[in-house]
């Protein structure tokens, strides 16, 4: 069964950098055909798409966030990460890492989110 | 602000049944039928009730149902039940290729 974790800091300093990352159990992420992802959800808001990954490493980003953010993956261990640089406070939210698969432009599976506060 | 327009709010009673709306514009929904929409309980992740428009998980009840007319995509949940009370969130692949979200309907069970 597919399972996803995010992980990493759950407190960032204005201006510093986001870095997160999605530990995938269940499936091989390179013998996937479907991409990975993440998203955000301000609290209280709705959701948004940050981007995409896929296991050779070619990535979809949000025009929005762009020039901020950098995206991995390291099929060696399973993983991909984020990271957003000059994070403000806009920048807090609950951050999930997703699969867009075996459905087209559908999130099948989650993880459990991390809730990531800029502030200092 | 989100590229689909959903109502902040809906309610129905229990074994009733309700629609949801998700407004866009043709660019945001494209020349696909690429329509999903997601539940989210509070304090956990979003799941997927329905894909392509119109198509269920294994596993979702077929008390949920989607459709798509024009700009305008719809979830029916019928015979309301109480956890059935959550957010619902439409997202759609548009026409430049990006997926985006509506901002979510609260459904309020009464």
């Known amino acids: 069964q597919l399972q996803l974790q995010e992980s990493g800091p759950g407190l960032v300093k204005p201006s510093g950098t986001l870095s997160l990352t999605c530990t995938v159990s269940?499936?091989?992420?390179?013998?996937?055909?479907?991409?990975w992802g993440w998203l955000r959800q301000p609290p209280g808001k709705g959701l948004q798409l940050i981007g995409l990954i896929y296991y050779s490493g070619r990535t979809s980003e949000n025009p929005s966030l762009k020039r901020r953010l950098a995206m991995s993956v390291d099929t060696s261990q399973n993983q991909f990460s984020l990271r957003l640089t000059s994070v403000t406070a806009a920048d807090t939210a609950v951050y999930y890492c997703?699969?867009?698969?075996?459905?087209?432009?559908?999130?099948?599976?989650w993880g459990q989110g991390i809730l990531v506060t800029v502030s200092s | 602000q989100s590229a689909l327009t959903q109502p902040p709010s809906a309610s129905g009673s229990l074994g009733q049944s309700v629609t949801l709306s998700c407004t866009g514009t043709?660019?945001?929904?494209?020349?696909?039928?690429?329509v999903s929409w997601y539940q989210q309980h509070p304090g956990k992740a979003p799941k997927l009730i329905i894909y392509e428009v119109t198509k269920r998980p294994s596993g979702v009840p077929d008390r949920f149902s989607g459709s798509k007319s024009g700009n305008r995509a719809s979830l029916t949940v019928s015979g309301l039940q109480a956890e059935d009370d959550a957010d619902y969130y439409c997202s759609s692949l548009a026409g430049n290729k990006d997926l985006v979200f509506g901002g979510g309907t609260k459904l309020t069970v009464l």
């Open positions: 043709s660019s945001d929904f494209g020349d696909y039928n690429y």
């Open positions: 997703a699969y867009m698969g075996p459905y087209v432009a559908s999130f099948s599976s």
């Open positions: 269940g499936v091989s992420i390179a013998s996937s055909t479907y991409y």
